[in-house]
Each structure stands twice: as structure tokens, then as C-alpha cells.
Nanobody
Framework: QVQLVESGGGLVQPGESLRLSCAAS????????MGWYRQVPGKQRDLVAS???????IHLDSVKGRFTIFEDNTKDTMYLQMNSLKPEDTAVYYC??????????WGQGTQVTVSS
């Protein structure tokens, strides 16, 4: 079972940056895809960005050019660098890991609030 621990959320003003981290309990080489979802109250959880073993990445259209997903294999950690944050980016952000068995694991979530 893979355990994921997120960190890095917080309260920032519009235009500022945050970096979210997702630390995995085992080598991320055993995980074929990792990603970030976000959710606001009353709405579904949406994919923000994902990265596969071959370093292929996908980013939600509304965050392209502002958010970047990347990994540090030496630390078994995935990151989401968020620049030029907007109020509409406010949400709980969840880390997710897909393993070869077909199981999906979720982190506990970290709150990101963008407000002046």
C-alpha cells in the first residue's frame, strides 16, 4: 500500500506562488502515474496535472503556463509548482498515485487559498 503525504498549501495573495509536495512511502519507480487533483465544496474533484514514468505530463488548460508538475526520484517526491495564482485556484489539492495493479491511492489533501 502506497502512502502519500502532501504539504505546501496555504494562504497567498493573487499573483503569488506556492509549491505543493507529495511524498510517497515507497519508490516512485513502482508508480506508473502520479498527479494532482483539486476540489471545491459542492463540485467534483478535477485533474489538475499528471506525470507518467516516461515523464509525459498533462496540465489542465486553465493552469497551463502557470503550474508545472515534476518529480524528484531521489526523494520519491512529486511536486506542483504553482505560479501566478488566481482566486479561482482556491481548492483542496489532492495527490494521487496509480500503480501497475490498477489501484489508485490518494493523499489526505492540502488547502490552497488565494485571496487578497
Amino acid at each position: 500500500q502506497v502512502q502519500l503525504v502532501e504539504s505546501g498549501g496555504g494562504l497567498v495573495q493573487p499573483g503569488e506562488s506556492l509549491r505543493l509536495s507529495c511524498a510517497a512511502s515507497e519508490s516512485i519507480f513502482s508508480i506508473y502515474r502520479m498527479g494532482w487533483y483539486r476540489q471545491v465544496p459542492g463540485k467534483q474533484r478535477d485533474l489538475v496535472a499528471s506525470i507518467t514514468r516516461g515523464d509525459s505530463t498533462i496540465h489542465l488548460d486553465s493552469v497551463k503556463g502557470r503550474f508545472t508538475i515534476f518529480e524528484d526520484n531521489t526523494k520519491d517526491t512529486m511536486y506542483l509548482q504553482m505560479n501566478s495564482l488566481k482566486p479561482e485556484d482556491t481548492a483542496v489539492y489532492y495527490c494521487v498515485a496509480d500503480v501497475s495493479s490498477g489501484r489508485r491511492y490518494w493523499g489526505q489533501g492540502t488547502q490552497v487559498t488565494v485571496s487578497s
